[in-house]
T-cell receptor
Framework: DPKIIQKPKYLVAVTGSEKILICEQY?????MYWYRQSAKKPLEFMFS???????DNQTASSRFQPQSSKKNHLDLQITALKPDDSATYFC????????????FGSGTRLLVI | QQKVQQSPESLIVPEGGMASLNCTSS?????YFWWYRQHSGKSPKMLM?????GEKEEGRFTVHLNKASLHTSLHIRDSQPSDSALYLC????????????FGSGTQLTVMP
């Protein structure tokens, strides 16, 4: 059984629209993250949350908004979608601390046309 | 400049051979290193972590770390075609937000 569930697996969106990427983890971890991976860039950190509080935001654009309704949920809302947003978005989780192992979800592959 | 650099970009080894992958950080605030493996179309899976100077071995995989030079290497002996994947080096910072900074990866192909 997958310990981190990401939905949907694939998503096609029209330029200018808004989408929400879902992430739930069942590992009992207190920290959750969003990463983005595209053909042009390496795996890129976006956000980190701990106990539902934002710890770090490395995303330049306010079009990306994380939402944490429960401790084990961290969704990602993306507004005014652009073709450059096309990428695979990975959710991950860990226990607290710089030396904690991450577990990644299977990813949501987003294509913006 | 990327904070975590990996080399080579791609590597081809014969089945049964040794694959050696390198990773260096240019940021003195880096403290811990991980190696992840990502098969095509899949998510990254942690292979090994190393936090102290020296060597760590798990099965066919060995990692080395030199903290003074912030250099780590991953060695895979008796490489198998199933080892063909993108190998990602990641580092975390002292007093950071627990974010991992990833390198661009080494694409390993093991030829049968």
């Amino acid at each position: 059984d997958p310990k981190i569930i990401q939905k949907p697996k694939y998503l096609v969106a029209v330029t200018g629209s808004e989408k929400i990427l879902i992430c739930e983890q069942y590992l009992g971890h207190n920290a959750m993250y969003w990463y983005r991976q595209s053909a042009k860039k390496p795996l890129e950190f976006m956000f980190s949350y701990s106990y539902q509080k934002l710890m770090d935001n490395q995303t330049a654009s306010s079009r990306f908004q994380p939402q944490s309704s429960k401790k084990n949920h961290l969704d990602l809302q993306i507004t005014a979608l652009k073709p450059d947003d096309s990428a695979t978005y990975f959710c991950a989780s860990s226990q607290e601390g710089e030396d904690s192992d991450y577990t990644f979800g299977s990813g949501t592959r987003l294509l913006v046309i | 400049q990327q904070k975590v650099q990996q080399s080579p970009e791609s590597l081809i080894v014969p089945e049964g051979g040794m694959a050696s992958l390198n990773c260096t950080s240019s940021d003195r605030n880096v403290d811990y290193f991980w190696w992840y493996r990502q098969h095509s179309g899949k998510s990254p899976k942690m292979l090994m972590s190393i936090f102290s100077n020296g060597e760590k071995e798990e099965g066919r995989f060995t990692v080395h770390l030199n903290k003074a030079s912030l250099h780590t290497s991953l060695h895979i002996r008796d490489s198998q075609p199933s080892d063909s994947a993108l190998y990602l080096c990641a580092a975390s910072m002292i007093s950071g937000s627990w974010q991992l900074i990833f390198g661009s990866g080494t694409q390993l192909t093991v030829m049968p």
